[in-house]
């Protein structure tokens, strides 16, 4: 299944200059753990509620001043929207990720795949399976 058909559309996005205090109201406001940072339409970096503990919080650093290229992941790792499940899994796995910017055949921002999606995925494919076993089993 190619990732486009799992990626989420609304995506949160912010660019470079953005407050931190702006991308923790926006998260909050928006129900989110993450904001894609982006140089127009491209992603350039992404900022999650953990980089926010970590960079500022952790590191008792002073919030004012601090802006989205502060504290945003430095490896950027993004998918193309024609990738696979299992390409997307590999990449987290491996990288140690929960979520991912989606890109176009631009390389612009085109959604966000996140660990949960792929689980919620894996558990809806899980229950279809256990729903054949169920119907074919014998009765005891």
Known sequence: MPIQDLA??????ASTDESVH???TMMGEEDVGSVVITDGDAPVGIVTDRDLTMEVIAEQADPEGLTAEDVMSDE?????????F????????????????????????????????LNELLADEHQELADVVRAQRPPY
């Open 8 to 13: 989420r559309r609304d995506v949160i996005t």
């Open 22 to 24: 702006e991308l923790a």
């Open 76 to 84: 950027l790792r993004t998918i193309p929207h024609d990738a696979g």
């Open 86 to 117: 299992y390409e997307a899994t590999e990449l987290m796995s491996t990288h140690g990720i929960r979520r991912i910017p989606v890109t176009d055949s631009d390389d612009q921002l085109a959604g966000i795949i996140t660990a949960d999606d």
